[in-house]
Protein backbone atom coordinates (compact mmCIF):
# COMPACT_ATOMS: atom_id res chain seq x y z
CA UNK A 1 0.00 0.00 0.00
CA UNK A 2 1.72 2.55 -1.38
CA UNK A 3 -0.79 5.28 0.45
CA UNK A 4 0.85 3.78 4.07
CA UNK A 5 4.54 4.71 2.83
CA UNK A 6 3.43 8.11 1.83
CA UNK A 7 1.88 8.66 4.88
CA UNK A 8 5.17 7.16 6.90
CA UNK A 9 7.79 9.38 5.33
CA UNK A 10 5.70 12.41 5.84
CA UNK A 11 5.20 12.08 9.15
CA UNK A 12 9.13 11.36 9.44
CA UNK A 13 9.71 14.20 7.30
CA UNK A 14 7.87 16.96 9.44
CA UNK A 15 9.75 16.01 13.43
CA UNK A 16 8.65 19.32 14.84
CA UNK A 17 5.14 19.69 13.40
CA UNK A 18 4.46 15.53 14.41
CA UNK A 19 6.29 16.01 17.84
CA UNK A 20 3.76 19.26 18.93
CA UNK A 21 0.80 17.46 17.66
CA UNK A 22 1.87 14.26 18.88
CA UNK A 23 2.41 16.58 22.44
CA UNK A 24 -1.03 18.23 22.18
CA UNK A 25 -2.90 15.07 22.14
CA UNK A 26 -1.00 13.34 24.30
CA UNK A 27 -1.55 16.44 26.93
CA UNK A 28 -5.18 15.87 26.49
CA UNK A 29 -4.62 12.35 26.90
CA UNK A 30 -2.42 12.71 30.30
CA UNK A 31 -5.00 15.56 31.76
CA UNK A 32 -8.11 13.09 30.90
CA UNK A 33 -6.78 10.48 32.58
CA UNK A 34 -5.41 11.91 35.54
CA UNK A 35 -9.07 13.65 36.38
CA UNK A 36 -10.89 10.69 35.63
CA UNK A 37 -8.24 8.66 37.79
CA UNK A 38 -8.91 11.33 40.67
CA UNK A 39 -12.48 10.88 40.38
CA UNK A 40 -12.28 7.40 40.87
CA UNK A 41 -9.82 7.45 43.86
CA UNK A 42 -11.95 9.63 45.26
CA UNK A 43 -14.92 7.67 44.77
CA UNK A 44 -12.64 4.54 45.94
CA UNK A 45 -11.31 5.83 48.66
CA UNK A 46 -14.67 7.01 50.00
CA UNK A 47 -15.72 3.62 49.29
CA UNK A 48 -13.06 2.07 51.51
CA UNK A 49 -13.28 4.84 53.80
CA UNK A 50 -17.11 4.20 54.49
CA UNK A 51 -16.25 0.76 54.33
CA UNK A 52 -13.52 0.94 56.72
CA UNK A 53 -14.61 3.54 59.17
CA UNK A 54 -18.13 2.65 59.58
CA UNK A 55 -19.97 -0.46 59.21
CA UNK A 56 -21.17 -2.15 56.65
CA UNK A 57 -25.05 -2.01 57.44
CA UNK A 58 -26.31 0.04 60.95
CA UNK A 59 -29.36 -1.38 62.53
CA UNK A 60 -31.47 1.76 63.85
CA UNK A 61 -33.83 2.10 66.29
CA UNK A 62 -37.71 1.40 65.57
CA UNK A 63 -39.56 4.29 64.10
CA UNK A 64 -40.95 5.07 67.39
CA UNK A 65 -38.25 4.77 69.77
CA UNK A 66 -34.97 6.78 70.55
CA UNK A 67 -32.53 3.82 71.55
CA UNK A 68 -32.31 -0.27 71.20
CA UNK A 69 -33.37 -2.29 74.30
CA UNK A 70 -32.95 -5.30 72.94
CA UNK A 71 -29.87 -5.53 71.03
CA UNK A 72 -28.44 -8.48 72.51
CA UNK A 73 -31.33 -10.99 71.03
CA UNK A 74 -31.08 -8.44 68.14
CA UNK A 75 -27.18 -8.70 67.48
CA UNK A 76 -27.89 -12.79 67.41
CA UNK A 77 -30.85 -12.73 64.95
CA UNK A 78 -28.30 -10.70 63.23
CA UNK A 79 -25.24 -13.09 63.79
CA UNK A 80 -27.35 -15.76 62.17
CA UNK A 81 -26.93 -14.44 58.56
CA UNK A 82 -24.16 -16.36 56.68
CA UNK A 83 -22.94 -13.49 55.35
CA UNK A 84 -22.05 -11.29 58.69
CA UNK A 85 -18.32 -11.42 60.02
CA UNK A 86 -19.23 -9.11 63.26
CA UNK A 87 -21.90 -7.32 65.02
CA UNK A 88 -21.39 -4.68 67.51
CA UNK A 89 -24.11 -3.20 69.52
CA UNK A 90 -23.03 0.98 69.63
CA UNK A 91 -23.90 3.84 71.76
CA UNK A 92 -23.07 6.95 70.06
CA UNK A 93 -23.52 10.79 70.48
CA UNK A 94 -21.84 13.67 70.67
CA UNK A 95 -20.82 15.63 74.14
CA UNK A 96 -18.29 18.03 75.29
CA UNK A 97 -14.31 17.23 76.39
CA UNK A 98 -12.86 19.06 78.74
CA UNK A 99 -9.08 19.11 79.72
CA UNK A 100 -8.07 22.08 81.64
CA UNK A 101 -9.43 25.14 80.04
CA UNK A 102 -9.71 23.33 76.27
CA UNK A 103 -13.20 21.91 75.03
CA UNK A 104 -13.71 20.39 72.10
CA UNK A 105 -17.14 18.75 70.65
CA UNK A 106 -16.77 15.17 70.18
CA UNK A 107 -18.55 12.20 68.67
CA UNK A 108 -18.42 9.24 71.35
CA UNK A 109 -18.78 5.57 70.47
CA UNK A 110 -19.28 2.79 73.46
CA UNK A 111 -18.80 -0.47 72.69
CA UNK A 112 -17.71 -3.52 73.24
CA UNK A 113 -14.05 -3.47 72.19
CA UNK A 114 -13.80 -6.83 71.33
CA UNK A 115 -16.80 -6.80 69.39
CA UNK A 116 -16.24 -3.01 68.42
CA UNK A 117 -12.84 -4.26 67.12
CA UNK A 118 -14.00 -7.09 64.88
CA UNK A 119 -16.56 -4.37 63.17
CA UNK A 120 -13.82 -1.77 62.77
CA UNK A 121 -10.57 -2.85 62.99
CA UNK A 122 -10.00 -0.42 65.71
CA UNK A 123 -6.79 -1.91 67.48
CA UNK A 124 -5.09 -1.67 63.56
CA UNK A 125 -5.48 2.45 64.01
CA UNK A 126 -4.08 2.48 67.41
CA UNK A 127 -1.36 4.50 67.35
CA UNK A 128 -0.53 4.27 71.37
CA UNK A 129 -1.93 1.67 74.03
CA UNK A 130 -4.30 -1.13 73.66
CA UNK A 131 -8.63 -0.82 72.93
CA UNK A 132 -8.88 -4.14 74.07
CA UNK A 133 -8.03 -2.34 77.70
CA UNK A 134 -11.04 -0.83 77.48
CA UNK A 135 -12.94 -3.99 78.30
CA UNK A 136 -11.69 -3.77 82.12
CA UNK A 137 -11.12 -0.16 82.80
CA UNK A 138 -14.53 1.32 83.07
CA UNK A 139 -13.52 4.99 82.75
CA UNK A 140 -10.81 4.95 79.66
CA UNK A 141 -10.73 6.16 76.83
CA UNK A 142 -9.34 5.96 73.05
CA UNK A 143 -9.01 9.14 71.64
CA UNK A 144 -8.53 10.44 68.17
CA UNK A 145 -5.11 12.00 67.33
CA UNK A 146 -6.00 15.61 66.14
CA UNK A 147 -8.35 15.64 69.70
CA UNK A 148 -5.99 15.03 71.85
CA UNK A 149 -3.89 17.42 70.29
CA UNK A 150 -6.17 20.28 70.21
CA UNK A 151 -7.18 19.15 73.96
CA UNK A 152 -3.28 19.31 74.73
CA UNK A 153 -4.21 16.19 76.21
CA UNK A 154 -1.07 13.47 77.35
CA UNK A 155 -0.95 10.01 77.40
CA UNK A 156 -2.50 8.58 80.20
CA UNK A 157 -4.09 12.12 81.49
CA UNK A 158 -7.68 12.39 82.82
CA UNK A 159 -10.12 14.61 81.07
CA UNK A 160 -13.79 15.25 81.13
CA UNK A 161 -16.44 14.31 79.11
CA UNK A 162 -20.16 16.45 79.48
CA UNK A 163 -23.48 15.83 78.56
CA UNK A 164 -25.70 18.77 79.69
CA UNK A 165 -25.80 18.05 83.10
CA UNK A 166 -23.77 14.33 83.53
CA UNK A 167 -19.89 14.22 83.26
CA UNK A 168 -18.07 11.62 83.65
CA UNK A 169 -14.26 11.69 83.99
CA UNK A 170 -12.09 9.15 81.45
CA UNK A 171 -8.61 8.04 81.52
CA UNK A 172 -6.79 8.65 77.88
CA UNK A 173 -5.75 5.08 77.49
CA UNK A 174 -4.99 5.16 73.96
CA UNK A 175 -4.83 7.18 70.94
CA UNK A 176 -6.03 6.43 67.49
CA UNK A 177 -4.95 7.46 64.19
CA UNK A 178 -7.44 6.65 61.04
CA UNK A 179 -6.06 9.29 58.70
CA UNK A 180 -9.70 10.58 58.63
CA UNK A 181 -11.79 13.58 59.81
CA UNK A 182 -12.53 11.07 62.24
CA UNK A 183 -9.05 11.87 64.10
CA UNK A 184 -10.36 15.56 65.30
CA UNK A 185 -13.62 14.10 67.33
CA UNK A 186 -13.43 10.79 68.13
CA UNK A 187 -13.67 8.82 71.13
CA UNK A 188 -13.90 5.11 71.93
CA UNK A 189 -15.50 4.48 75.58
CA UNK A 190 -16.71 1.15 77.05
CA UNK A 191 -20.25 0.63 76.80
CA UNK A 192 -21.11 0.83 80.20
CA UNK A 193 -19.44 4.15 80.43
CA UNK A 194 -21.04 5.70 77.78
CA UNK A 195 -24.40 4.40 78.99
CA UNK A 196 -23.39 6.18 82.49
CA UNK A 197 -22.87 9.00 80.40
CA UNK A 198 -25.93 9.35 78.54
CA UNK A 199 -28.30 8.03 81.38
CA UNK A 200 -30.57 6.38 79.73
CA UNK A 201 -30.16 2.54 81.43
CA UNK A 202 -28.98 -0.56 79.26
CA UNK A 203 -29.77 0.91 75.76
CA UNK A 204 -27.65 1.29 72.57
CA UNK A 205 -28.20 3.70 69.51
CA UNK A 206 -27.29 1.22 67.14
CA UNK A 207 -25.70 -2.09 66.04
CA UNK A 208 -23.26 -2.21 63.37
CA UNK A 209 -22.52 -5.22 61.31
CA UNK A 210 -19.62 -6.07 58.88
CA UNK A 211 -20.56 -8.37 56.06
CA UNK A 212 -18.13 -10.69 54.54
CA UNK A 213 -19.30 -8.85 51.24
CA UNK A 214 -19.70 -5.39 50.86
CA UNK A 215 -21.68 -5.06 47.71
CA UNK A 216 -24.40 -7.37 49.65
CA UNK A 217 -25.40 -4.86 52.41
CA UNK A 218 -28.75 -3.36 50.27
CA UNK A 219 -29.97 -7.13 50.20
CA UNK A 220 -29.26 -7.68 53.97
CA UNK A 221 -30.22 -4.56 55.05
CA UNK A 222 -33.65 -5.29 52.92
CA UNK A 223 -33.78 -9.03 55.10
CA UNK A 224 -33.34 -7.75 58.07
CA UNK A 225 -36.18 -5.07 57.64
CA UNK A 226 -38.23 -7.92 56.84
CA UNK A 227 -37.33 -9.88 59.50
CA UNK A 228 -37.50 -7.61 62.34
CA UNK A 229 -39.06 -3.74 62.90
CA UNK A 230 -35.30 -1.81 63.32
CA UNK A 231 -34.68 0.04 60.46
CA UNK A 232 -31.44 -1.79 58.55
CA UNK A 233 -29.59 0.69 56.42
CA UNK A 234 -26.68 -0.64 54.00
CA UNK A 235 -23.45 1.56 53.45
CA UNK A 236 -24.87 2.46 50.14
CA UNK A 237 -27.47 4.05 51.22
CA UNK A 238 -26.09 6.08 53.99
CA UNK A 239 -23.53 7.96 51.14
CA UNK A 240 -25.96 7.78 48.75
CA UNK A 241 -26.28 11.44 48.73
CA UNK A 242 -22.52 11.41 48.02
CA UNK A 243 -22.45 8.47 45.56
CA UNK A 244 -25.13 10.44 43.33
CA UNK A 245 -23.32 13.65 43.13
CA UNK A 246 -20.12 11.30 42.23
CA UNK A 247 -22.40 10.42 39.41
CA UNK A 248 -23.55 13.74 38.32
CA UNK A 249 -20.23 15.00 38.48
CA UNK A 250 -19.27 12.72 36.44
CA UNK A 251 -21.79 13.67 33.98
CA UNK A 252 -19.72 17.32 33.48
CA UNK A 253 -16.38 15.78 33.88
CA UNK A 254 -17.31 14.13 30.53
CA UNK A 255 -18.37 17.32 28.70
CA UNK A 256 -15.17 18.65 29.87
CA UNK A 257 -13.36 15.80 28.73
CA UNK A 258 -14.94 15.86 25.61
CA UNK A 259 -14.53 19.61 24.93
CA UNK A 260 -10.80 19.13 25.78
CA UNK A 261 -10.37 16.49 23.09
CA UNK A 262 -12.02 18.62 20.88
CA UNK A 263 -9.53 21.55 21.29
CA UNK A 264 -7.02 18.73 20.66
CA UNK A 265 -8.56 17.70 17.68
CA UNK A 266 -8.95 21.36 16.59
CA UNK A 267 -4.66 21.39 16.85
CA UNK A 268 -4.50 18.56 15.26
CA UNK A 269 -6.67 19.60 12.46
CA UNK A 270 -4.28 22.70 11.96
CA UNK A 271 -0.97 20.77 11.60
CA UNK A 272 -2.84 18.64 9.19
CA UNK A 273 -3.73 21.67 7.03
CA UNK A 274 -0.47 22.94 7.28
CA UNK A 275 0.78 19.85 6.10
CA UNK A 276 -1.13 19.71 2.67
CA UNK A 277 -0.33 23.32 2.13
CA UNK A 278 3.01 23.10 2.33
CA UNK A 279 2.53 19.89 0.44
CA UNK A 280 -0.13 20.88 -2.41
CA UNK A 281 2.27 20.66 -5.03
CA UNK A 282 3.13 17.02 -4.32
CA UNK A 283 -0.37 16.22 -4.35
CA UNK A 284 -0.38 17.59 -7.82
CA UNK A 285 2.65 15.51 -8.71
CA UNK A 286 0.94 11.97 -7.18
CA UNK A 287 -2.40 12.38 -9.13
CA UNK A 288 -0.04 13.26 -11.85
CA UNK A 289 1.48 10.06 -11.43
CA UNK A 290 -2.14 8.05 -11.54
CA UNK A 291 -2.93 8.54 -7.42
CA UNK A 292 -6.87 8.73 -7.15
CA UNK A 293 -8.94 10.93 -4.90
CA UNK A 294 -9.63 8.40 -2.52
CA UNK A 295 -5.74 7.40 -2.13
CA UNK A 296 -5.08 10.85 -1.37
CA UNK A 297 -7.73 11.36 1.01
CA UNK A 298 -6.55 7.76 2.51
CA UNK A 299 -2.96 9.24 3.01
CA UNK A 300 -3.76 12.09 4.87
CA UNK A 301 -6.31 10.49 7.06
CA UNK A 302 -3.31 8.02 7.78
CA UNK A 303 -0.85 10.76 8.62
CA UNK A 304 -3.42 12.12 11.56
CA UNK A 305 -4.19 8.37 12.62
CA UNK A 306 -0.31 6.96 12.71
CA UNK A 307 0.13 10.17 15.71
CA UNK A 308 -2.72 8.62 17.48
CA UNK A 309 -1.08 5.35 18.80
CA UNK A 310 2.25 7.66 20.10
CA UNK A 311 0.01 10.15 21.49
CA UNK A 312 -2.04 7.72 23.56
CA UNK A 313 1.25 5.89 24.93
CA UNK A 314 2.88 9.37 25.24
CA UNK A 315 -0.22 10.70 27.36
CA UNK A 316 -0.37 7.21 29.23
CA UNK A 317 3.34 7.63 30.48
CA UNK A 318 2.76 11.24 31.74
CA UNK A 319 -0.63 10.29 33.34
CA UNK A 320 1.59 8.05 35.02
CA UNK A 321 3.87 10.24 36.21
CA UNK A 322 1.11 12.70 36.95
CA UNK A 323 -0.65 10.37 39.47
CA UNK A 324 2.97 9.42 41.30
CA UNK A 325 3.42 12.88 42.07
CA UNK A 326 0.00 13.76 43.21
CA UNK A 327 -0.34 10.67 45.29
CA UNK A 328 2.94 12.38 47.33
CA UNK A 329 1.36 15.34 47.97
CA UNK A 330 0.03 15.48 51.41
CA UNK A 331 -3.23 17.18 52.09
CA UNK A 332 -5.25 18.02 55.10
CA UNK A 333 -7.69 15.28 55.65
CA UNK A 334 -10.53 18.22 56.56
CA UNK A 335 -9.66 18.81 52.53
CA UNK A 336 -9.61 15.03 51.28
CA UNK A 337 -10.93 11.99 52.86
CA UNK A 338 -7.45 10.52 53.07
CA UNK A 339 -4.01 11.73 53.86
CA UNK A 340 -3.13 11.54 50.33
CA UNK A 341 -5.39 12.34 47.16
CA UNK A 342 -5.50 8.93 45.21
CA UNK A 343 -5.28 8.33 41.29
CA UNK A 344 -6.60 5.75 39.89
CA UNK A 345 -4.95 4.51 36.42
CA UNK A 346 -6.33 1.30 35.40
CA UNK A 347 -6.14 -0.13 31.49
CA UNK A 348 -9.57 0.26 31.09
CA UNK A 349 -9.54 4.23 31.34
CA UNK A 350 -6.32 3.73 29.20
CA UNK A 351 -8.07 1.89 26.34
CA UNK A 352 -10.75 4.20 26.46
CA UNK A 353 -9.14 7.32 26.42
CA UNK A 354 -6.95 5.63 23.64
CA UNK A 355 -9.87 4.72 21.39
CA UNK A 356 -10.93 7.80 21.91
CA UNK A 357 -7.95 10.31 20.80
CA UNK A 358 -7.86 7.49 18.07
CA UNK A 359 -11.03 8.81 16.97
CA UNK A 360 -10.61 12.45 17.18
CA UNK A 361 -7.39 11.47 15.61
CA UNK A 362 -9.57 10.26 12.97
CA UNK A 363 -11.90 12.70 12.98
CA UNK A 364 -9.46 15.67 12.95
CA UNK A 365 -7.36 14.39 9.75
CA UNK A 366 -11.08 13.95 7.61
CA UNK A 367 -11.74 17.19 7.03
CA UNK A 368 -8.02 18.57 5.81
CA UNK A 369 -8.13 15.10 3.58
CA UNK A 370 -11.22 16.09 2.31
CA UNK A 371 -9.51 19.36 1.07
CA UNK A 372 -6.30 17.58 -0.09
CA UNK A 373 -7.92 15.03 -1.83
CA UNK A 374 -10.25 17.56 -4.01
CA UNK A 375 -7.39 20.17 -5.40
CA UNK A 376 -7.44 20.76 -9.08
CA UNK A 377 -4.20 18.56 -9.80
CA UNK A 378 -3.40 21.42 -12.67
CA UNK A 379 -3.29 24.20 -9.93
CA UNK A 380 -1.46 21.95 -7.40
CA UNK A 381 1.14 21.40 -9.79
CA UNK A 382 1.45 24.73 -10.77
CA UNK A 383 1.04 25.98 -6.72
CA UNK A 384 4.27 27.54 -5.25
CA UNK B 1 1.10 4.20 -37.85
CA UNK B 2 -2.16 4.18 -35.23
CA UNK B 3 -3.48 7.74 -33.91
CA UNK B 4 -2.86 7.48 -30.39
CA UNK B 5 -4.27 11.01 -29.55
CA UNK B 6 -7.00 12.52 -31.36
CA UNK B 7 -8.08 15.53 -30.81
CA UNK B 8 -11.47 17.22 -31.99
CA UNK B 9 -12.42 20.39 -31.94
CA UNK B 10 -11.26 21.04 -28.20
CA UNK B 11 -12.48 24.46 -26.55
CA UNK B 12 -11.44 25.49 -23.03
CA UNK B 13 -12.47 28.55 -21.52
CA UNK B 14 -11.73 29.72 -18.47
CA UNK B 15 -14.09 31.94 -16.70
CA UNK B 16 -12.85 33.45 -13.42
CA UNK B 17 -14.38 36.79 -13.69
CA UNK B 18 -13.15 37.60 -17.27
CA UNK B 19 -13.17 35.01 -19.97
CA UNK B 20 -10.37 33.25 -21.12
CA UNK B 21 -9.78 31.35 -24.02
CA UNK B 22 -7.35 29.28 -23.77
CA UNK B 23 -8.09 26.57 -26.34
CA UNK B 24 -9.71 27.63 -29.38
CA UNK B 25 -11.09 24.79 -31.70
CA UNK B 26 -8.38 23.08 -31.81
CA UNK B 27 -8.26 19.53 -34.10
CA UNK B 28 -4.86 17.54 -34.00
CA UNK B 29 -4.11 14.01 -34.43
CA UNK B 30 -0.46 12.52 -32.89
CA UNK B 31 0.56 9.11 -34.33
CA UNK B 32 2.04 6.23 -32.02
CA UNK B 33 5.98 6.77 -31.76
CA UNK B 34 6.24 10.75 -32.21
CA UNK B 35 8.26 13.12 -31.39
CA UNK B 36 6.10 16.14 -30.91
CA UNK B 37 7.65 19.66 -29.89
CA UNK B 38 4.42 22.11 -28.95
CA UNK B 39 5.72 26.07 -29.21
CA UNK B 40 4.62 29.15 -28.89
CA UNK B 41 4.57 32.71 -26.43
CA UNK B 42 3.10 32.01 -22.96
CA UNK B 43 -0.08 32.13 -22.63
CA UNK B 44 -0.94 30.27 -25.87
CA UNK B 45 -2.31 27.45 -24.63
CA UNK B 46 0.55 24.99 -24.93
CA UNK B 47 0.21 23.78 -20.87
CA UNK B 48 -3.81 23.89 -21.40
CA UNK B 49 -3.40 21.24 -24.38
CA UNK B 50 -0.91 19.49 -22.35
CA UNK B 51 -2.96 19.31 -19.62
CA UNK B 52 -5.67 17.80 -21.53
CA UNK B 53 -3.57 15.60 -23.14
CA UNK B 54 -2.30 14.02 -19.68
CA UNK B 55 -5.71 14.18 -18.20
CA UNK B 56 -5.34 16.78 -15.88
CA UNK B 57 -7.72 18.93 -16.83
CA UNK B 58 -11.22 18.44 -18.72
CA UNK B 59 -12.02 20.71 -22.12
CA UNK B 60 -14.65 22.78 -22.19
CA UNK B 61 -15.69 21.50 -25.49
CA UNK B 62 -14.77 19.03 -28.03
CA UNK B 63 -13.42 15.36 -27.80
CA UNK B 64 -9.93 14.04 -26.61
CA UNK B 65 -9.44 10.35 -27.70
CA UNK B 66 -6.60 8.05 -26.70
CA UNK B 67 -5.67 4.44 -28.36
CA UNK B 68 -9.11 5.22 -30.28
CA UNK B 69 -11.16 5.55 -27.28
CA UNK B 70 -13.18 8.15 -26.52
CA UNK B 71 -11.54 9.47 -23.36
CA UNK B 72 -13.29 13.30 -22.74
CA UNK B 73 -15.87 12.46 -20.13
CA UNK B 74 -14.55 9.50 -18.37
CA UNK B 75 -15.33 8.98 -13.88
CA UNK B 76 -12.05 9.90 -12.02
CA UNK B 77 -10.80 6.97 -10.86
CA UNK B 78 -10.58 5.76 -14.71
CA UNK B 79 -8.49 9.28 -15.35
CA UNK B 80 -6.15 7.82 -12.55
CA UNK B 81 -5.87 4.74 -14.47
CA UNK B 82 -4.95 6.00 -17.63
CA UNK B 83 -2.85 8.44 -15.97
CA UNK B 84 -0.89 5.87 -13.96
CA UNK B 85 -0.53 3.51 -17.35
CA UNK B 86 -0.44 5.18 -19.91
CA UNK B 87 1.29 8.89 -19.35
CA UNK B 88 4.50 9.51 -17.92
CA UNK B 89 4.97 13.61 -16.81
CA UNK B 90 8.07 14.84 -16.81
CA UNK B 91 7.64 18.95 -15.27
CA UNK B 92 9.79 21.96 -15.86
CA UNK B 93 11.12 20.87 -11.93
CA UNK B 94 11.51 17.68 -11.57
CA UNK B 95 8.90 18.03 -8.61
CA UNK B 96 10.44 14.81 -7.00
CA UNK B 97 8.84 13.68 -3.86
CA UNK B 98 11.92 15.48 -1.39
CA UNK B 99 11.16 12.99 1.43
CA UNK B 100 12.01 9.67 -0.62
CA UNK B 101 15.27 8.69 -2.55
CA UNK B 102 15.68 8.55 -6.18
CA UNK B 103 14.95 5.10 -6.61
CA UNK B 104 11.79 5.34 -4.05
CA UNK B 105 10.39 8.21 -6.60
CA UNK B 106 11.09 6.00 -9.41
CA UNK B 107 9.10 3.08 -7.20
CA UNK B 108 6.08 5.46 -6.93
CA UNK B 109 3.70 5.26 -10.01
CA UNK B 110 4.72 1.73 -10.09
CA UNK B 111 3.43 1.33 -6.60
CA UNK B 112 0.30 3.33 -7.11
CA UNK B 113 -0.04 0.77 -10.04
CA UNK B 114 -0.01 -2.20 -7.36
CA UNK B 115 3.60 -3.01 -8.66
CA UNK B 116 4.94 -5.07 -5.49
CA UNK B 117 7.81 -3.31 -3.66
CA UNK B 118 10.52 -5.60 -4.47
CA UNK B 119 9.57 -6.04 -8.29
CA UNK B 120 9.01 -1.88 -8.35
CA UNK B 121 13.01 -1.48 -6.56
CA UNK B 122 14.40 -3.83 -9.14
CA UNK B 123 12.83 -2.07 -12.39
CA UNK B 124 13.45 1.01 -10.88
CA UNK B 125 17.12 0.30 -10.25
CA UNK B 126 17.30 -0.72 -14.14
CA UNK B 127 15.88 2.86 -15.13
CA UNK B 128 18.23 4.48 -13.22
CA UNK B 129 20.91 2.77 -13.70
CA UNK B 130 20.38 3.57 -17.32
CA UNK B 131 20.15 6.63 -16.88
CA UNK B 132 23.74 6.55 -15.65
CA UNK B 133 22.31 6.90 -11.95
CA UNK B 134 23.49 3.63 -10.61
CA UNK B 135 25.68 5.18 -7.82
CA UNK B 136 22.72 7.45 -6.97
CA UNK B 137 19.74 5.18 -6.14
CA UNK B 138 19.36 6.26 -2.32
CA UNK B 139 20.32 10.08 -2.88
CA UNK B 140 17.47 12.45 -2.09
CA UNK B 141 16.69 15.26 -4.31
CA UNK B 142 18.29 17.47 -1.76
CA UNK B 143 21.42 16.01 -2.87
CA UNK B 144 21.50 15.48 -6.69
CA UNK B 145 22.35 18.22 -9.03
CA UNK B 146 19.43 19.49 -11.71
CA UNK B 147 20.36 17.83 -14.70
CA UNK B 148 20.52 14.20 -12.19
CA UNK B 149 17.08 15.05 -10.32
CA UNK B 150 15.44 15.71 -13.94
CA UNK B 151 16.52 12.22 -15.27
CA UNK B 152 15.60 10.64 -12.21
CA UNK B 153 11.76 12.49 -13.14
CA UNK B 154 12.04 11.12 -16.66
CA UNK B 155 12.98 7.84 -14.69
CA UNK B 156 10.11 8.33 -12.82
CA UNK B 157 7.72 9.22 -15.95
CA UNK B 158 8.67 6.25 -18.03
CA UNK B 159 8.63 3.60 -14.96
CA UNK B 160 5.50 2.21 -15.95
CA UNK B 161 5.96 2.29 -19.78
CA UNK B 162 3.46 4.23 -20.61
CA UNK B 163 2.64 4.93 -24.12
CA UNK B 164 2.92 8.55 -23.93
CA UNK B 165 5.56 10.65 -22.51
CA UNK B 166 4.85 14.60 -21.73
CA UNK B 167 7.20 17.03 -20.65
CA UNK B 168 6.13 20.05 -19.98
CA UNK B 169 9.80 22.20 -20.35
CA UNK B 170 11.41 19.52 -19.09
CA UNK B 171 14.71 21.21 -19.97
CA UNK B 172 13.83 24.50 -18.67
CA UNK B 173 16.14 24.77 -15.75
CA UNK B 174 19.12 23.10 -16.96
CA UNK B 175 22.26 24.41 -18.39
CA UNK B 176 22.69 23.19 -21.89
CA UNK B 177 25.05 20.40 -21.18
CA UNK B 178 22.10 18.80 -18.69
CA UNK B 179 19.42 19.29 -21.15
CA UNK B 180 21.47 18.39 -24.28
CA UNK B 181 21.83 14.76 -22.06
CA UNK B 182 18.28 14.57 -21.04
CA UNK B 183 16.73 15.52 -24.12
CA UNK B 184 18.78 12.68 -26.12
CA UNK B 185 18.20 10.13 -23.90
CA UNK B 186 14.50 10.57 -24.60
CA UNK B 187 15.04 10.91 -28.01
CA UNK B 188 17.34 7.21 -27.82
CA UNK B 189 14.00 5.70 -26.43
CA UNK B 190 11.28 6.85 -28.51
CA UNK B 191 13.79 4.71 -31.08
CA UNK B 192 13.81 1.96 -29.08
CA UNK B 193 10.76 1.88 -27.77
CA UNK B 194 8.44 3.68 -29.74
CA UNK B 195 7.13 5.63 -27.00
CA UNK B 196 5.49 8.89 -28.02
CA UNK B 197 7.02 12.07 -26.78
CA UNK B 198 5.23 15.01 -26.31
CA UNK B 199 7.29 18.14 -25.36
CA UNK B 200 6.37 22.03 -24.64
CA UNK B 201 9.59 24.12 -25.24
CA UNK B 202 10.14 27.65 -25.65
CA UNK B 203 13.12 26.41 -26.75
CA UNK B 204 13.36 26.59 -30.67
CA UNK B 205 17.16 24.74 -30.59
CA UNK B 206 15.37 21.93 -27.91
CA UNK B 207 11.95 21.96 -31.16
CA UNK B 208 14.56 21.76 -34.03
CA UNK B 209 15.35 18.58 -32.40
CA UNK B 210 12.13 17.09 -32.94
CA UNK B 211 10.57 14.92 -35.36
CA UNK B 212 7.16 17.03 -35.41
CA UNK B 213 6.66 21.16 -34.58
CA UNK B 214 3.60 22.85 -33.83
CA UNK B 215 3.57 26.38 -32.53
CA UNK B 216 0.25 27.81 -31.11
CA UNK B 217 -0.78 31.28 -30.78
CA UNK B 218 -3.98 32.13 -28.90
CA UNK B 219 -5.04 29.05 -28.44
CA UNK B 220 -4.71 28.19 -32.23
CA UNK B 221 -2.26 25.53 -34.46
CA UNK B 222 -0.74 28.40 -36.89
CA UNK B 223 2.18 26.70 -37.91
CA UNK B 224 3.22 23.15 -38.58
CA UNK B 225 6.48 22.00 -39.37
CA UNK B 226 7.71 18.28 -40.56
CA UNK B 227 11.45 16.79 -39.77
CA UNK B 228 12.30 16.18 -43.60
CA UNK B 229 16.17 15.16 -43.31
CA UNK B 230 18.12 17.10 -41.71
CA UNK B 231 15.85 20.11 -42.05
CA UNK B 232 11.75 20.98 -41.81
CA UNK B 233 9.37 21.67 -44.22
CA UNK B 234 6.25 23.78 -43.44
CA UNK B 235 2.83 22.63 -44.66
CA UNK B 236 1.58 26.12 -44.50
CA UNK B 237 3.03 29.48 -44.69
CA UNK B 238 4.21 30.94 -40.79
CA UNK B 239 7.14 31.94 -39.43
CA UNK B 240 9.28 29.92 -36.36
CA UNK B 241 10.48 32.82 -34.08
CA UNK B 242 12.11 32.31 -30.50
CA UNK B 243 9.52 32.55 -28.31
CA UNK B 244 10.16 34.27 -24.66
CA UNK B 245 7.92 33.77 -21.66
Redesign the interface.
Known sequence: M?EW??AN??I??NPRMVLFTVLSVALAVAVIMVLMGLTEGYRENLISNTVENSPHLIVDPKEDEDYITLYRTLSKIILDHPEVEAVSPRLIGKVAAKYKDNVEGVNFVGAYPHQEDKLLKVQEDMIWGDYYDLRFKMHSAVVGTDLAEDLELKRGDDFRLIRQNRSVRVTAAGFIETGTGLDQTLVYLPLETAQDLLGEGDVVSEVGVRLTDIYAAPVIADDLNIETRYKAQSWQEQSRDILEQLDTQQVYSYLFYLLIFIISGFGIANTMIMIITRRT??IG???????????IMKIFILESVILGPPSALLGGALACVAARVIGTIEVPSEVYIATHMTVALDLETFAYVTLFALLVNLAAGIYPAYKASNLD??EA?ASE | MSNIIEIKNLRKIYEDGVEVVALDGMDLIIEEGEFLAIVGPSGSGKSTLL?MI?L??TPTSGEIWLKEKNITKID??ER??????ELG?V?QYH?L????SAVENVM??L???GVDKKEARERSITFLEEMGLGDRLGNRPTQLSGGQNQRVAVA?ALA?HPSIVIGDELTGNLDSKSSDMVYDLLRELNREMNQTFILVTHDMKMAEKTDRILRLVDGRIVCEMLREGDGFVTRDLCELEEDHT
Open positions: FTVRHLGKEILMAMGATRGSPVI | NGLDPKARLRNRFFHLPEFMPLIARN
